[in-house]
């Protein structure tokens, strides 16, 4: 079976990711590729690294050159995503990396985002129980943010078993790919290299209903989310700190065993063994999550921390595993579990 | 008035910063740096940096040779301490970098260090409420841990004034430079470059009994500390996000503006205008500790952001301004409040 | 077919590259990881992004061992390949990732390595002009230094084409995992962040005979080089600036054109298009060399730069690709042309 | 004496520079402070490490502004500074960061620039033999370039006294710092770090001409440059690899002593000893030049390492150094000689 596959925006981090990934992918034939202000540029000139795709020419994002495919990646800015896959039969996969159909509740769609909600697709993170019934088969999905991958995937088993009362603190360290290939001074490398900073601290981030909303659905009381996002100097990465009020009782090993059972069949979730703890770098370029559960006895708190490629199990990884469970697929074509490290 | 200073364990990185700074300062004289390993090499081999002293050779670390100074800094490692001080007489101002002398509480030492606590020396952090005149003419002062500035800082007009529950949460994105001049394989640039990891994570980190202790002082209740440490791609710097259940009723220009209050007499302490974040690239090289301080309403929660440079205000700068403190001379003779940056 | 593969100094940068190729090869089947200090430790300890092989375990580097396998990679220090392949049946493939068998002149060997020269194997650097016939059927190889295949692919058509009077510059710079992974005060961290410096420069690096080695075989006239390596903050990738004085009247369109027909055939190696120039990041995790040549006429001089990833084209893909010709196999297999960027 | 100094284009990465640098000068009152696009914001805003500047305000870059002032510092765009420096009256010392007084050549000015030539200015390299006595009591000075103040002082020795033929190889690796503070998705640090790239290769850099001037004025016969710039993962610092075929029986030694010899008067020159080599760590926020020199028998060539902070002595240090050369100063105020590091 071959599938025929559009990637729009393809020239962003996101979109160049998931190209990097189908490339390598053995039922994917690669169709379009399309942008807005890259329409016309080479693959070799945008995105050098992806050799085997270098003739390859970026064509404008209009639903004539999607149209076809079996399956449509978007890679665009919020706000794109409704009007294409409106345009688009139901015939067609759409599988958005904005975050345009994540959010259920309107109400924080608007305060969070703004404008008018589009509504809510199929949230592809499968790892949620429950969750790959309703990805088998759809024609429109949502990928998660990349924040909201490490911190429901850290929280998400302590949640379902209630080995924590739900004040969820989360700290998230990122590199800067997260904030896409757009000139900014913030993000010039003389200011981020040798720099830390906090930034949309005390509940401003976009992510915070989507984590609210991920964690809130498998809690039998309400969830409290504060986060932090923090960026620091590395291109790839998400490490996230995540603790809560430990519920009386509950021992290290409980919550350990509580962890490793949980994602005992998820083959892109490793609950490190021994004092091991998660390292970004190990996880470049992989579709995984590493994950250590511990207790601070003192403090009273379960201590989780995961990390992940904010690219791939963050974005473009978790959008190829979707594809793969949507379509039928092994679930693990065209996406490894090794990083590349050092 | 020129101050005859002698440093132990110069080729550390304590050490060499000491040296930085005091080589600026108006009016001290280096005499003797010392070091164990390094006895007999060059300023100009172990620390190229200091063009000014490349000429000097270290020597080994004696009583001998320590003693004659006005002021001798020890940036040795843990339980060196207190024997050389020992050796050296009343008349001689000790300030000792390493944890030897900064906890009262014997428990917390044998639980955290082991072995036999030595005691405690006037604690080198005067932004404390009432602590300078501890310093003023003390000859034996013990140079906070940097992790503690950090979240000591960030909380302390929180807890002074009631602002929240002491329920506290930190967690603080290292560079590597804290971690010594030792090599080990985890600390190679090849591992720690484009990575994050945590570690000593669920209250097994040193530094948490010293946070407790600096705060707890102030607090009318217990205070509870949990505390993250993560290490991260840069030599210098500390952010410390600190976050706490907000009492109820406190607004965040209230936060604020308890902050500012507390802060405004301090010169080495910055709480930042309108909606500026503290980076740590701002305070390189400086004796600086910059912070936000915010509400986040959703969350019920105190939000706090501060960054320090490890070694200066960290380590090094406190060192210095606790000399100048002692000694009744300018506190900010040989310091800067200006970073290096980009 | 399936090969039986083992590695020695799996847990090496270069034994662990290899194992990341390799778990991906569709022909390997991976058999005994070995190591010296290692032996006993698991990969999920040694090398945590190794996830599809966490639970396996290093075992003693023995011929014992070893033994029994259709190939053997060897990422051991210098000096200990010869007895292992002694001890290895000719029925069995060895790729040693080591300089022993590189050099085919004993006084080079003395010079540069000292003690008794082990001899020279097959050279593994395929794109030399009638090596593949060399390798083909092979059961011995060396792989090539990861300096010189960036310097000779730079300068190797310029040589073999009389582009050039061969007096050649070289100035290589290098991430760190280069250095291996071995504790060491110059390659921490906070030591090489932020850093730039020369090393073993002025012909003291012990990969300058193999480079005037690789080119001078190409020559009609003796080759003189001038090699100067530079360590800088990244973790993979060398950039080679190389530069020779131009032969009267050779033209850059011509000297394009040479280098754009030399590599024609070979997917391994990319003469950029346009104006682009090559970047370490481009070929990160890849097997490829990407160059860009042009000609300098106010200094009459050829200016080629290389890029490659030390640990890949530089050191495991060129490792792996030596087994697929070897063996007969897609010599592509295992093997990626794309690079994991930003 | 106190001097009032304005500084233009106060913002940037020159502009900033030279007010940390000044604001620690002891004869110096920090006037105005201008800027184009950021006029009418603050400094705390701004460059939120000049703590000490940090209520300041940057106002329009007018001449009706920067009158009025002993000194101004233009740290501007190209072709900005004749205007300006034409309405300032002769008491007032103009020292420009940019390149437009920096040649004399119109010829290379309109190859390499562009447009018409503004003239020259006395060029601020003190260390230029003969240079100082143009700089004592001047009212214009143009500034060098960061990349011909590395590559100058690597060679100047050697072609003074006519140790090498003046065929120049030069490869300068550099932080980003020297492309500016302007958003462009080239210097986002998702695409800088992890990476190295050369850029204005074979002769196109608009320093070339700069580098040629220098060590033309000191040469008996006509000099060639080959000059590659390349771009490498950190903020700040050029190390600069320089070699030159040794003229036929300059020892070693000799060249070593050549090196010693010339700089031995110069405080912000530092010809290392022994093997050691110059890395930009060591000189990050100094005003130095740290230098090694040596001779590759076996290659014929004389091989120079230098390093600077391009931001230091490679902009700002230098111009503050000229202000204090042409005022009358101590050559060193407000200056130091110790890098930050690690």
């Given at each position: 079976m071959t599938i025929n596959v559009a990637v729009a925006g393809a020239s962003g981090y996101a979109g160049s990711e998931i190209l990097r990934l189908i490339s390598a992918h053995p039922d994917v034939e690669i169709g379009a590729l399309t942008g807005a202000t890259?329409?016309?540029?080479?693959v070799a000139e945008?995105?050098?690294?992806l050799v085997s795709l270098a003739d390859r020419t970026i064509e404008p994002t209009t639903t004539d050159i999607l149209a076809g495919h079996d399956v449509v990646f978007l890679g665009l800015?919020?706000?794109?995503s409704a009007e294409i896959a409106r345009n688009l039969g139901d015939d067609v996969l759409v599988i958005d990396c904005?975050?345009?159909?994540?959010?259920?509740d309107s109400h924080d769609w608007e305060k969070?985002?703004?404008?008018e909600h589009a509504g809510s697709w199929?949230?592809?993170?499968?790892?949620?129980?429950?969750q790959r019934s309703k990805l088998r088969g759809a024609n429109r999905i949502a990928v998660p943010g990349c924040f909201p991958t490490g911190a429901t995937l850290a929280m998400l088993p302590a949640v379902v078993h209630d080995?924590?009362?739900?004040?969820l603190q989360f700290v998230s360290i990122t590199g800067?790919?997260?904030?896409?290939k757009k000139a900014s001074v913030g993000l010039l490398g003389s200011e981020v290299m040798g720099n830390l900073r906090a930034y949309n601290t005390a509940g401003k981030h976009r992510h915070n209903p989507e984590i609210r909303q991920n964690l809130g659905a498998y809690s039998t009381v309400p969830v409290t989310v504060s986060f932090t996002p923090v960026l620091a100097p590395l291109s790839r990465g998400i490490l996230t700190t995540a603790t809560a009020p430990l519920v009386a009782g509950v021992t290290a090993e409980q919550a350990y065993a509580t962890y490793a059972e949980f994602y005992a069949?998820?083959?892109?979730?490793s609950v490190l063994p021994g004092d091991q703890q998660p390292q970004t770098k190990s996880v470049v370029g992989a579709n995984m999550c590493q994950l250590q559960v511990e207790v601070d006895e003192a403090a009273g708190r379960l201590v989780v921390v995961s990390a992940i490629d904010n690219l791939v199990k963050g974005t473009a990884g978790a959008a190829v595993q979707c594809m793969n469970i949507a379509l039928g697929?092994?679930?693990?074509?065209?996406?490894?579990?090794n990083g590349v490290a050092p």
């Open positions: 890259t329409a016309g540029q080479s945008l995105m050098p690294h800015p919020h706000g794109h904005a975050a345009d159909f994540r959010l259920t969070f985002y703004g404008g199929p949230y592809g993170l499968p790892e949620l129980p429950g080995l924590v009362h739900p004040d800067t790919s997260g904030a896409g069949d998820e083959q892109f979730v697929l092994d679930e693990a074509a065209g996406l490894t579990v």
